[in-house]
């Protein structure tokens, strides 16, 4: 029987781990003081509401493309497919709606059926013949864009239902459009199936070792074969969005999004949680490289610089997460 006097031993304090809380948020801290330094610079221009909410909504389309990357990437899997996707599902919308008069529900209902039967094609080719994904999607997504061009006839279809505009881009909440709000809801919901379901644990094991899935009764293939159609699912969602912020479809310009998209994933594997592909990581790199473009662009440096600012920050991106993987590798 413990004496009155004696005192309960103390529980360990957990303390701080800064190196790795740093780690996890540099991203976020130089996203902040990348946006300080522009504020300062351009404080009329850059640092307006008008700016700040053009940056939010104008990217969200990159926003769901991220998105539909890290699914497969998280399998171990590349879809360089998903811009062609995007592509494919805007004009399936643009011709469907505008230019055969089917209904607006049916045409998007359609472009994402499109995205579906992509990602099964994509499946079929990487699974049962063991193509690389790397391979197949890049043939798939050049076929794919010969399919717009023929279908556009190489140019741009516009008189889409300004119903599709009006809840995309045409409303608006605190300034921002919906969708701002769409994106961002998309991401928490992946978010929560990566951190909170059985379904992104899966997908985690079977990127990290399929050998090692498959011997834990996980089945592979249908993982990345779900991975694969769902990501590309997501793609013709962001085609239908970005028809509805144009109005129209343009044969060419989904391609412009496929290296900001692998650029934003590979940096967004290097914040929140480093190592892993993560929605929250993405989002952040998204629009980490939305204010440098911006930013730059507002103080005058030419156009050429988007180009080594997204291939800069992919290159550097991939060499940063596969120093934090080879770390993780070596305290396992």
């Avoid at 998903?82 to 472009?111: K, R």
């Amino acid at each position: 029987m413990p004496h009155p006097t004696d005192t309960p031993a103390l529980a360990p304090r957990r303390h701080l781990n800064w190196a790795q809380l740093g780690e996890s948020y540099a991203l976020v801290i130089v996203m902040i003081a990348l946006f300080g330094v522009f504020s300062l610079l351009l404080p009329t221009t850059f640092f307006s509401w008008a700016n700040v909410s053009t940056m939010l909504g104008s990217q969200a389309i990159l926003v769901f493309l991220t998105l539909s990357l890290i699914l497969t990437l998280t399998a171990g899997d590349f879809d360089l497919s998903v811009a062609a996707t995007l592509t494919i599902s805007a004009m399936t919308v643009a011709v469907l709606n505008a230019q055969l008069e089917v209904p607006l529900v049916l045409a998007i209902s359609a472009a994402l059926l499109v995205g579906a039967f992509i990602g099964l094609v994509n499946g079929f080719f990487i699974l049962y013949f063991r193509i690389p994904s790397l391979i197949v999607t890049l043939g798939t997504g050049t076929f794919i864009n010969g399919i717009v061009l023929w279908m556009s006839g190489s140019t741009t279809i516009g008189g889409i239902d300004f119903t599709l505009i009006k809840f995309v881009v045409g409303t608006r909440f605190l300034g921002i459009p919906l969708l701002f709000y769409y994106a961002l809801i998309m991401c928490l919901i992946v978010w929560y199936v990566f951190g909170f379901t059985t379904l992104g644990r899966r997908l985690l094991f079977v990127g990290r070792g399929r050998e090692v899935a498959l011997l834990s009764g996980i089945n592979v293939e249908k993982v990345r074969l779900g991975a694969l159609i769902l990501s590309s699912m997501m793609a013709a969602l962001a085609g239908v969005f970005y028809a509805g912020t144009l109005g129209a479809a343009d044969p060419n310009s989904g391609n412009s999004f496929l290296l900001p998209a692998f650029a934003a994933a590979f940096l967004g594997a290097t914040a929140i949680t480093p190592g892993r592909f993560n929605p929250i990581g993405s989002f952040v790199a998204v629009y980490f490289l939305v204010i440098g473009i911006t930013g730059l662009t507002m103080l005058g440096i030419q156009s050429y610089v988007q180009n080594l600012f997204y291939g800069g920050a992919l290159v550097l991106a991939v060499a940063l997460s596969q120093l934090v993987r080879k770390r993780e590798a070596q305290e396992l």
